[in-house]
């Protein structure tokens, strides 16, 4: 098994520019998650998936969409890139039903840098 | 008031010490929590989960949880210069939800 993929691994872009960062499981995990890290943070939840087709905000929603419409694969979009959007993003998934423990899989990160 | 609080560090420790690395949490429902391990660079991995009072053991390491008192510690024994890294504590919201938050992490850096 691959486990989570990522891509791209580095992305520079310009203020107003839009892109998708890709995200793939194959572990056949039905929650997936998409955080960024800024320098010296801790994990910040921008969109969660419980499954295909569902989709809910995390903590910094803003300026970011997402959509899951298999279990395989949940793309984060960003729409008018801004400096603040400048950080490491992990997509991470788990396997979550009845046991109240989850571990959670993660990415190998995008680090995104808008100028 | 933060939901999942950690010391940044650094944490500064001899090898062959114990490290004790410390989380605090807000929601007292919650249920389930978490050590991930992050190196400079990489992606956080699982160290140890625990959602039962007391301690549990695995290697080196011990998670130790208090609900009473709203705290989850992780013990590093023996403690290696592979071990530095940053510490990320995350508790699962309550009601059984499977959605972390995450603390900011704990930088631990073991000296030979």
């Known amino acids: 098994n691959a486990g989570v993929t990522q891509t791209p691994k580095f992305r520079i872009l310009k203020i107003g520019q839009s892109m998708t960062l890709q995200c793939t499981q194959d572990?056949?995990?039905?929650?997936m998650y998409w955080y960024r890290q800024d320098p010296g943070m801790g994990l910040k939840l921008i969109y969660y998936?419980?499954?295909?087709?569902?989709?809910d905000k995390g903590e910094v929603p803003n300026g970011y969409n997402v959509s899951r419409s298999t279990t395989e694969d949940f793309p984060l979009r960003l729409e008018l890139a801004a400096p603040s959007q400048t950080s490491v993003y992990f997509c991470?998934?788990?396997?979550?039903?009845?046991?109240?423990?989850?571990?959670?899989?993660f990415g190998p990160g995008t680090r995104l840098t808008v100028l | 008031q933060k939901e999942v609080e950690q010391n940044s560090g650094p944490l500064s420790v001899p090898e062959g010490a114990i490290a004790s690395l410390n989380c605090t949490y807000s929601?007292?429902?919650?249920?389930?929590f978490f050590w991930y391990r992050q190196y400079s660079g990489k992606s956080p991995e699982l160290i140890m989960f625990i959602y039962s009072n007391g301690d549990k053991e695995d290697g080196r390491f011990t998670a130790q949880l208090n609900k009473a008192s709203q705290y989850v510690s992780l013990l590093i024994r023996d403690s290696q210069p592979s071990d530095s890294a940053t510490y990320l504590c995350a508790v699962n919201r309550p009601g059984g939800s499977y959605i972390p938050t995450f603390g900011r992490g704990t930088s631990l850096i073991v000296h030979p």
């Open positions: 929601d007292r429902g919650s249920q389930s």
């Open positions: 998936s419980v499954g295909a087709g569902i989709t």
């Open positions: 991470a998934s788990s396997y979550a039903s009845g046991s109240v423990h989850n571990e959670q899989f």
């Open positions: 572990m056949n995990h039905n929650y």
